[in-house]
């Protein structure tokens, strides 16, 4: 099994990391001091298992968890230095936990279980546990932006990676998935590669041969596919 | 003529004296009080009118009958009510003494009556016109009185030769009756007014003096008691109430024992022994003032048979929810009585007292509950920053047991110190060595995110706080700033003396301050209330945040406090 740690505390990971290096069967594919950097190991390096920290810098271990890909999430232990009620109310079955200082015994419980289980992390269960993206992490230097949903006009997929541009039409990359941001934000699928917040779109002007354009308050214009044109206008309630 | 005029002049005198008894009894009753002032609003200017009502109707009646005519005194009551009543009540005196003196009869009726209304109206214009110019004194000068009294009857003499009729008659009448009513009246209004005058000076000085005694007492004895109700405080209170009040000697018990006693008898009356009279015992049981004024009920000294004291006054001193929690006893020895006006103060200072017990025990009440509170944050360590230690102590053991062993010490040292009874002072010094424990700690964490600087002049090391007070501030800048930045956190820690005042700063590069909702922030909010508690405004917590930037924390307090301002 791929193993990430995700733990802003460097002797904390590193008392992770030599209990997980125990095991024969266990690779440890990285480490990560914060949300961002875990958002982005995870995308690059697909893990199986993730050992998340609960207390992170600005980004939580449990608001992290709404940001990832629905599609490819790995399995989650989460790690805490205190019997957080968060925690608790989880569903025991869904997300295991361990407390620190980690008890080996007990890690041992949590790695059997992962080996018997294999499947990948219940999606469902996960939706219901992580509320709707507030704000949108966007690495900066040495520091995250968080970005309020509401602010956001639009976000496209480059070459690049996922980018989104707020009504002051400056633009930021994020670790976070296009479909991630359609699952968890108000936004809205106009084309393969671009979401757009509807309380920001100005116009939609149709094209000859039943194409389309939306034009954003900040003139903006995306492209609307044709396949989706439909759907859009039906979920904008002029269908 | 002369003589005839004469005999009349002292006979209506001797009849005005009687009228003037009248007055002298009645001004040494309540009726009097509100006559001592200008009457300006209406139950006062009622009041007048009724009194001068009275005496205008007394004024006929005690007049000496000539012919058919009264020569009277009914010119008093008239202009007197006028001019301290102003001109509506002198109408309305002049009215009702006029139609009483109608109803008489007599060929000079129908001009008396006029007169006396007339009379009334001069009075009430007098009283305006000296209002009016800001000379309110001058309507209780008995000088001015008797010259306006005059002037009021010599406007009555022309009325009666204007309306009497035939002339010859009412010519015949005034030279009667001219003279004689003219001294009488202007003397009796004199008189009058100089009664009215005197009642108000010994009033005014009654309650001057009461007042002067009951404000010296409350000033002395301000704050005494909120030391606590016990034998030292009793015996300062009691000495204080002995000297104020002159009474023979002052006790004070709570419900069992004598807590202090001064003045006579001291001798056999020891503090500390427990209460023997049945009497202070029927006060405490009752809750009632109890007092034996050594007749109606015999006071008798329960200890010692010589004792001179004779009569007492016991009043109970009332604790939360009006319990019995004491008494306050003032005597006095047989050669003395108890003035009233000793008795209605024992009785105002007992109140006094019995508010400041109260208010001492919800002191040391409030003081208990902060330091409870403190303890409470000492006891308090926050659970992710013991666990989180713990994990990183079990990281460490495994690679470098001598720090690890460090890591120990140092959280010992933070335990020990967090163990101190928090209404202890501490020198800077002692706290930045507490928190200097507690930094080493978490930069064992934090490693190299973590970077702490100290900007403490070492001549600023010895001034004393209240201990505890700097480490939350510094747990908070990394707890709720630091510990979010994704790179390097930064704490700057320094002292300062700015004028007489000691300027402690902890400024962090994460400016994440947020003002805190109900229940986090407690550390902080604590520690501003107990140094703004304990002296004053405008000590405290200052709280200068720019987002995402910085946050600095500014602990003001006054440098040296030789005497923490009492808790008020």
Known sequence: MDVLIIDDEQPAREEIRHLLTQEADLRVVGECANAIEGISAINRHKPDVVFLDIQMPRISGLEMLSMLDPETLPRIVFLTAFDEYAVQAFDQDAFDYLLKPIDPARLDVTLRRLRRDRSPEQASALFQAAAPLKQIPCPGHLRVLLIKVDDVEFATSKASGVHITTHTGSEHFTELSLRTLEEKTPFLRCHRQYLVNPEHIREIAFQEGGGAEIITRSEHHLPVSRRLLPELKEKLGFA | ?568
Not at chain 2, 142 to 152: D, F, G, K, V
Not at chain 2, 405 to 420: A, G, Y
Not at chain 2, 540 to 561: F, H, K, N, Q, Y
């Open chain 2, 1 to 568: 003529m002369f003589l005839d005029s004469l005999s009349l002049t002292l006979t209506l005198l001797q009849q005005t004296c009687v009228y003037l008894v009248i007055a002298y009894l009645l001004s040494r009753t309540r009726i009097f009080i509100p006559l001592m002032n200008v009457a300006v609003r209406l139950p006062h200017r009622l009041t007048c009118y009724v009194v001068f009502s009275a005496f205008c109707i007394m004024g006929t009646y005690f007049g000496l009958k000539i012919d058919d005519s009264i020569a009277n005194t009914r010119a008093i009551g008239a202009v007197l009510g006028g001019v301290l009543g102003g001109p509506s009540v002198g109408l309305a005196i002049g009215f009702t003494g006029g139609l009483h003196r109608y109803s008489l009869g007599g060929p000079s009726a129908l001009a008396c009556m006029l007169s006396t209304i007339v009379e009334g109206l001069i009075g009430g214009i007098f009283h305006s016109y000296m209002r009016g110019h800001g000379r309110i004194q001058t309507l209780f000068n008995p000088l001015a009185i008797a010259a306006l009294t005059l002037a009021a009857e010599i406007t009555q003499m022309l009325i009666l030769l204007i309306v009497v009729q035939p002339f010859s008659a009412a010519r015949h009448l005034v030279e009667q009756i001219a003279v004689p009513m003219g001294v009488a009246n202007a003397l009796g209004a004199g008189l009058f007014m100089r009664i009215l005058l005197d009642r108000r000076q010994i009033h005014e000085r009654q309650a001057s003096v009461f007042s002067t005694k009951a404000l010296a007492l409350a000033t002395r004895v301000e704050g005494v008691l909120h030391e606590g109700f016990n034998i030292d405080t009793s015996t300062r209170v009691a000495h204080i109430i002995h000297e104020e009040l002159g009474v023979g000697a002052v006790a004070v018990t709570d419900t069992r024992n004598l807590l202090a006693f001064i003045g006579i008898g001291a001798d056999h009356h020891l503090p500390g022994t427990p209460i023997t009279s049945a009497l202070t015992r029927r006060a405490i049981e009752n809750n009632e003032v109890v007092y034996a004024d050594g007749n109606a009920l015999a006071y008798r000294c329960s200890i010692s048979p010589k004792c001179p004291l004779a009569a007492s006054l016991i009043i109970p001193l009332l604790g939360e929810e009006r319990h019995v929690i004491g008494t306050i006893k003032l005597y006095e020895p047989r050669s003395r009585l108890f003035s009233t006006i000793n008795r209605t103060l024992g009785e105002g200072i007992a109140r006094l007292l019995s508010t400041q017990i109260l208010a001492g025990r919800y002191m040391q009440q409030r003081e208990l509950l902060a330091q409870s509170e403190i303890k409470l944050l000492h006891a308090q360590v926050n659970p992710h920053f013991l666990f989180n230690t713990l994990n990183t102590l079990s990281a460490i053991i495994r690679r470098d047991p001598e720090r690890a062993r460090h890591l120990v010490l140092n959280l010992s040292t933070f335990f020990r110190n967090n163990l101190k009874r928090p209404s202890e002072e501490a020198s800077l010094g002692e706290e930045i060595d507490h928190v200097t424990a507690y930094l080493d700690i978490e930069k064992a964490r934090f490693l190299d995110r973590l970077v702490v600087e100290f900007d403490v002049p070492v001549a600023l090391r010895q001034c004393r706080l209240p201990a505890f007070s700097l480490q939350p501030i510094v747990e908070n800048a990394i707890k709720h700033g630091t510990s979010h930045l994704l790179g390097v956190g930064r704490v700057l820690i320094s002292a300062r003396q700015i004028g007489d005042e000691l300027h402690l700063c902890v400024e962090d590069n994460a400016g994440l301050y947020e003002a805190p909702r109900e229940s986090n922030g407690l550390g902080l909010s604590l520690v501003h209330r107990r140094i703004a508690d304990r002296y004053g405004p405008p000590y405290g917590l200052d709280i200068a945040c720019e987002r995402e930037l910085s946050t600095r924390v500014t602990l003001r307090l006054p440098l040296a406090p030789t005497a923490p301002m009492a808790l008020v």
